[in-house]
């Protein structure tokens, strides 16, 4: 897909992996509400997003209905406007006044990789993921890559780190 990864340290070698990704996600139509905090608030939130999309693409294949009398075009209108507006939340015009999402992850990044102890260094690799927005794409080719390594490294994932009160950890099993 053209993903294009940075990496900054030795990824075979290292114990801990630091990423980010560095790709920014579509200017959307509805602003990104991220309530760590309030799951239920989130949950609604998408939902009501999802419903809206639903009712605007149920709304213009009802209108092409009326118009047509013909169910089946109808249908095929309706479910094309809604992959259509799905594909343009993801891989849409780029939003051009986004500071969180992720350039906060990417300056958090830089800034400890820059500030680490020179003896820390080689312990750490430091990864700047392309792609991610559009469906994970850098971090799954870069695990595809450097499996064997990955398997064994702790990763500490900048993601949204401007936004919010809280710094919010989702450690794995085998971390805690």
């Known amino acids: 897909f053209g993903s294009r990864n940075i990496v900054i340290g030795d990824s075979e070698?290292?114990?801990y992996l630091v990423t980010a990704h560095y790709d920014t996600p579509a200017a959307m139509i509805f602003p990104n509400m991220i309530t760590p905090c309030n799951p239920v608030f989130y949950f609604l939130y998408q939902m009501l997003i999802v419903g809206l999309y639903l009712a605007v693409c149920f709304g213009v294949g009802y209108g092409v209905f009326l118009l047509s009398?013909?169910?089946?075009?109808?249908?095929?209108?309706?479910?094309?406007?809604?992959?259509?507006?799905?594909?343009?939340?993801l891989l849409g015009?780029?939003?051009?006044n986004?500071?969180?999402d992720n350039t906060s992850g990417v300056v958090t990044l830089l800034e400890t990789a820059r500030t680490m102890p020179e003896n820390l260094r080689p312990y750490v690799c430091f990864v700047l993921f392309d792609l991610e927005e559009a469906g994970l794409i850098g971090s799954a080719s870069y695990r595809k890559t450097h499996k064997k390594?990955?398997?064994h490294q702790i990763v500490l994932n900048l993601d949204c780190v401007?936004?919010?009160d809280d710094l919010v950890f989702f450690p794995t099993g085998k971390l805690k």
């Open 13 to 15: 070698k290292a114990d």
């Open 69 to 89: 009398e013909n169910r089946s075009l109808a249908f095929l209108v309706g479910y094309f406007l809604y992959l259509a507006l799905f594909a343009l939340m």
């Open 93 to 96: 015009p780029a939003n051009k």
């Open 98 to 100: 986004n500071a969180n």
């Open 149 to 151: 390594a990955s398997e």
């Open 162 to 164: 401007g936004d919010g």
